[in-house]
DNA sequence: TATTGTTATACTCTATAACTATA
DNA sequence: TATAGTTATAGAGTATAACAATA
């Protein structure tokens, strides 16, 4: 890497962004982490024809817990009409399908298919590279584990 | 208040999102967090005529840093573009004024008029209210420090 | 030649309501 | 009567390109 680069630029000088309330501002700090850590996960899904949302799914499909279509609507925070197209997105793709529920015969059990798990263990490894190259570039291991034992604490 | 209520459905129960790759995903937390945080902000806003964005620049503009719009636009990860669109609101609200910059011409300095400042005062008490009703509600004192000083260290 | 604010446009994300089939 | 999935639609948010005035 010559001329690496890109990656993301942070903007406004320190010395300009002195006094303001939304620097104490929780709500204000999390949105812009957010929106770095989106662009992030973006640009590296980007070669692997996914959007965050899509991985956000296929992620939550090849992992042990089957959930139904209404499962990861709340989970996600995604209506439940958004996540149909999501899942019929990844199903053309091949990458997850839909199965009855055995308890519910209204219920979709979304789980990822063969080539959907390779799809999403090759899509994780550029999520996670990228995302150690922008968020978590200015904290320490220990640091890490904190900052998401309190942001779990605060998202369930 | 009796059925007071509302506020935010965390949905999910517990239960069934056990094993998951995006539980100990920073960014899928802040992604969530955000959502919650962006929803219990927005509620809060409503009576108050102001949208999440809206009242982020009102704050900037009533704070004591004088930003131009393009500061603005850095700082909220905003496009020039929309800084405009939201800078001519709160004018036509008669809450922020552009005045010309002496040391650029070409830039506008975005300032809250004293009623701004009036706006502003009374919107963040209903957004602070609502948010330690939602996303600091799980959390002690000093977690709120600590999650505040290390949202601070990744955001800039 | 580069930057600030501006206009315009297209695209994505989000919110809402209504329908069907099951429960 | 309520819930899971679906369809449709409108609005809010975001990305991109181009232009005039100024640096």
Avoid: W
């Avoid at 501002?25 to 982490?33: G, P, T």
């Avoid at 996960?41 to 279509?69: E, F, K, M």
């Avoid at 922008?134 to 998202?155: D, G, H, Y």
Wanted: proline share 4%; aromatic share 4%.
């Amino acid at each position: 890497m010559t001329d690496s680069s890109p990656v993301i630029d942070l903007g406004v000088a320190p010395d300009r962004i002195d006094a303001t309330d939304l620097l104490d501002d929780i709500e204000f700090l999390v949105a812009r982490v957010r929106a770095i850590g989106s662009l992030s996960a973006r640009q590296a899904l980007v070669p692997h024809g996914l959007r965050v949302r899509s991985y956000a799914v296929l992620s939550l499909a090849c992992g042990s817990i089957s959930p139904t279509q209404r499962d990861v609507a709340e989970f996600l925070f995604l209506d439940p009409s958004q996540v149909v197209a999501v899942v019929d997105e990844l199903q053309t793709l091949g990458y997850v399908e839909r199965a009855q529920d055995p308890r519910d015969r209204r219920a979709n059990i979304i789980r990822g298919t063969e080539r959907g798990q390779a799809a999403y263990s090759t899509a994780k490894e550029s999520v996670i590279a990228a995302r150690d190259e922008t968020i978590l570039r200015a904290l320490s291991p220990e640091e890490r584990v904190t900052l998401t034992r309190l942001l779990l604490k605060v998202a369930f």
